[in-house]
């Protein structure tokens, strides 16, 4: 008899699940995720956003796109014209100077320097005349560090104007001005070679004043003089002061720093008007000198203490100590010994120094001088000479 067969375990059966209900089990879990992720995401960019507001520096190292670029500014301005305009027209003067014995029986070259300006196409150009004084050889540096060799054509000591001219080609040549119209408070730009080192070397400033008097000698002022407070500097003498349209207004020529009571001041420069400087400057280049009135006299200024020590008759004037017998003053019958008091009746005094009035009239002019002679006041007709 056969053992009974056990039939093996068998997994007990799952109920059976409807399709529909499986498939929006899986809907709903895959929207929770996409919803999930956006949700995460929004909160992620918004945290960042605040992260970079608050803290700058959390982004480590700029990226190149964060880099600014560089930006480009053109400034151009009514003094940088100028400078473009006129600067190549400005020069640089060396007066070389005679060889000075040394103390050892040896020579010692030795040179000075100033500054000029380019007033013609001709190769003339206006400085002062302290600047080339007593040169044994001139040369011109240009704006752009050619060196040429320089003539001198001729000077004129009471104006401290000379001119040089050089050969070749040059650049265009500056224009001149009316200095009669300046004003004070009008704005100027001064160029020159400060030290003789620093060429072509920009001041700006403003006409502090005009008509100004400068007394260079004991017996003779610098007159009409235009007063400025752009920096002029030792070698800026005979640079030009130039106006807002570019145009030559005066030549520098000496600044003041001090007095004699040791006070010490800044930005009191002057120069000479360019109306002034243009007329000696076209007749040195005419002629080779500028004429300047001629009486014929050697003559001494009377001050009061002269007049006591001497007992003159006035303490004002000029007492004349010699007379060319062939000059004007001889011809209208002055005599060594005669006190002039005035010319055409401006009297002459210590602010009207003699040839200061003497200079305001020219060569041929008939003028009426005053004077004492033996304490009786007499007058007489006199046609000035030329003085060269």
């Known amino acids: 008899m056969e053992p009974p067969i056990t ?49 700058p520096s959390a982004l480590p190292y700029p990226t190149p796109s964060l880099i600014p670029a560089p930006i480009s500014v053109l400034v151009e301005t009514s003094v940088t014209q100028v400078v473009e305009a006129v600067g190549p027209a400005v020069v640089t003067v060396i007066n070389n100077l005679p060889p000075q014995r040394t103390f050892f029986g040896g020579s010692l070259e030795s040179a000075s320097s100033g500054s000029g300006v380019i007033i013609s196409r001709d190769g003339y150009i ?13 040369d011109v540096i240009l704006a752009d560090g050619t060196t040429r060799n320089a003539d001198l054509i001729g000077v004129d000591e009471y104006s401290d104007l000379a001119v040089l001219k050089v050969e070749g080609q040059l650049p265009s040549p500056a224009a001149w001005g009316n200095s009669d119209t300046l004003k004070a408070g009008e704005p100027v730009v001064a160029i020159g070679s400060p030290l003789g080192d620093f060429t072509n070397t920009v001041t700006q400033g403003v006409v502090s004043a005009v008509e100004r008097r400068i007394e260079i000698e004991k017996d003779y002022f610098l007159e009409g003089m235009i007063q400025t407070d752009a920096a002029i500097n030792q070698g800026n003498s005979g640079g030009p002061l130039l106006n807002t349209s570019g145009q030559v207004v005066g030549i520098n020529t000496l ?22 400087a243009r007329a ?56 060594r010994g005669d006190i002039i008091l005035a010319l055409n009746d401006e009297q002459i005094d210590a602010d009207h120094p003699f040839r200061n009035v003497l200079f305001k009239y020219e060569p041929g002019d008939r003028i009426e001088v005053s004077y004492l002679r033996e304490l009786a006041m007499s007058s007489t007709l006199m046609m000035l000479g030329a003085m060269r």
């Open 7 to 55: 039939p093996l375990p068998t997994e007990p059966k799952r109920p059976i699940r409807h399709t529909r209900y499986r498939y929006v089990r899986l809907r709903s879990l895959l929207l929770v995720t996409i919803l999930a992720g956006l949700i995460g995401g929004l909160i992620g960019a918004v945290a960042v956003g605040i992260v970079n507001q608050i803290v």
């Open 126 to 138: 206006v400085t002062n005349n302290h600047v080339v004084s007593g040169a044994r050889t001139l």
């Open 255 to 276: 600044i003041v720093r001090g007095s004699g009571g040791g006070a010490t001041a800044e930005g009191l420069g002057f120069a000479i008007p360019s109306n002034t």
């Open 280 to 335: 000696i400057a076209d007749q040195l280049i005419a002629q080779g000198f500028f004429e300047r009135p001629y009486p014929g006299i050697r003559w001494v200024n009377i001050t009061p203490s002269l007049a006591v020590r001497y007992r003159l008759p006035s303490e004002r004037g000029i007492f004349i100590t010699d007379i060319d017998p062939a000059g004007p003053a001889k011809r209208a019958g002055l005599q």
